[in-house]
């Protein structure tokens, strides 16, 4: 099956810092997400972004996917940043698709 | 408002004792998933339904069943549990996941679950 790969696996910046964690993934993919997942546990999706470049505010994420990676920039970061940062690949398989998640970043954003 | 909604949030039970996690979306979703989510092994996919009765395994499926009767729920049926089902668990959903355009994925709060 598919391999998803993030890095770094740890993080630790001190609050107002740029950061880029980045989404390696091993076969041709049809879909791709970030997310977010707060310290109470709470899954957001950040950006839908099989190609091409999004923003939305201090976030950023790139996919180049004939490359097979994808990037998701952290601008001037805040404590309410701090969390974990999962990228998910998803590819039909059998007609349907699953996806696939990293094993994700951790980020601590200190004041 | 919009969202996925699962129930119990927090769940200690013993092994063997059957249980279900309820999982409701209102936002007309097609898609529906469960995920299983372990310290290092980050999100398992366990089970998926592309629509009302159809449904495929994902990658943990072992221990689970699930259904689909109707569009806005799929709950998650653990039959016999054991204590390596001990995790948090996830339900999410959205529209068309073979549509490139539409395939935002929405989680609901999670579900902790602990088998004695």
């Known amino acids: 099956g598919i391999q998803v790969e993030q890095s770094p696996p740890d993080l630790i910046l001190q609050e107002g810092a740029n950061s880029t964690l980045r989404c390696n993934f091993s076969?041709?993919?049809?879909?791709l997400q970030w997310f977010h997942q707060n310290p109470w546990g709470q899954l957001i999706n950040l950006f839908y972004?099989?190609?091409g470049t999004k923003q939305n505010g201090r976030l950023s994420a790139t996919t180049v996917a004939t490359e097979r990676y994808s990037l998701l920039y952290i601008s001037s970061s805040q404590t309410t940043d701090s969390g974990v940062y999962f990228c998910a690949v998803g590819w039909m398989n059998t007609g349907f698709q699953k996806l696939v998640f990293g094993t994700g970043t951790r980020l601590l954003v200190s004041p | 408002e919009a969202q996925v909604t699962q129930n119990p949030r927090y769940l200690i039970t013993v092994t063997g004792k059957k249980l279900t996690v309820t999982c409701s979306q209102n936002?007309?979703?097609?898609?529906m998933s469960w995920y299983r989510q372990d310290p290092g092994l980050g999100l398992r996919q366990i089970y998926y339904?592309?629509?009302?009765?159809?449904?495929d395994k994902g990658d943990v499926p072992e221990g689970y069943k699930v259904s689909r009767k109707e569009k806005r729920n799929f709950p998650l049926i653990l039959e016999s549990p054991s204590p390596n089902q001990t995790s948090l668990y996830f339900c999410a959903s959205s529209l068309l996941q073979d549509d490139p355009n539409t395939g935002e994925l929405f989680f609901g709060e999670g579900s902790r679950l602990t088998v004695l």
């Open positions: 972004i099989p190609s």
């Open positions: 339904s592309m629509n009302v009765e159809v449904t």
């Open positions: 936002m007309n979703h097609e898609y």
């Open positions: 076969d041709s993919v049809n879909n």
